[in-house]
């Protein structure tokens, strides 16, 4: 009974280095999520995934880029991270007609870039 | 675009009184859906309460209830009978219809956090 799994839990990244966060679900949900929270600005979305074989762009996508690599995966990747990309990253996924508890949260990705 | 806003940064609260965390919302669909999540400091996202847009009566989850006032776009949070632990961060969340109805995203305010004292 995972829900949402996010790989790694905890990063530091030099500035100008690349790194793939991964998420997974089990809930045979269709759409898929990625936020970064910052302090004082809530959770912003990146970029999402309303269902497989397709992605879209969020509220902040500069700087990053998606893979819905099947209905299970979506990763977002970082191709040469920035200290403004310092943040706490949340993935989610959501089934439609499940409107009350539709959307599940992972456990999210502490990412620091120096 | 949809808009979400959560004016109160941060609130006191005694141990056992109630407390009401505020949220405003701004959208021109006729069909949405509102959240209420919690984020304690271990920092997972714990969904407490939801209100359809369509609900005539205010949903109830134990100690939290939502007071929906549509004409006043307004999703407030009651929390009666405070917890130590209930001591987070709060975050007002608004479901939005994409892709011609067939998927929703959510939009979050910027959350307030309530400490609860003794």
């Known amino acids: 009974n995972a829900g949402v799994t996010q790989t790694p839990k905890f990063q530091v990244l030099k500035t100008g280095q690349s790194m793939t966060l991964q998420c997974a679900q089990d809930m045979n949900h269709n759409s898929m999520y990625w936020y970064r929270q910052d302090p004082g600005m809530g959770l912003r979305l990146i970029y999402y995934s309303a269902s497989e074989g397709t992605t879209d762009k969020g509220e902040v996508p500069n700087g990053y880029n998606v893979s819905r690599l099947n209905k299970r995966e979506f990763s977002l990747r970082l191709e040469s991270a920035a200290p403004s990309q310092t943040s706490v990253y949340f993935c989610a996924s959501s089934e439609w007609h499940l409107e009350m508890g539709g959307y599940t949260f992972g456990s999210g990705t502490r990412l620091t870039v120096v | 675009a949809q808009k979400i806003t959560q004016t109160q940064p941060g609130m006191f609260v005694q141990e056992k009184e109630a407390v009401t965390l505020d949220c405003t919302y701004d959208t021109s669909d006729q069909s949405y859906g509102l959240f209420w999540y919690k984020q304690p400091s271990s920092g997972e996202m714990i969904f407490l309460i939801y209100?359809?847009?369509?609900?005539?009566q205010n949903a109830t989850e134990g100690r939290y209830s939502l007071n929906f006032q549509k004409a006043r776009k307004s999703a407030n949070l009651v929390i009666s009978a405070s917890q130590l632990g209930d001591s987070a961060m709060y975050f007002c969340a608004m479901r939005e219809t994409i892709n011609t109805g067939t998927a929703s995203k959510l939009t979050f305010g910027t959350g307030t956090r309530l400490q609860v004292t003794l």
């Open positions: 209100q359809g847009s369509y609900d005539e």
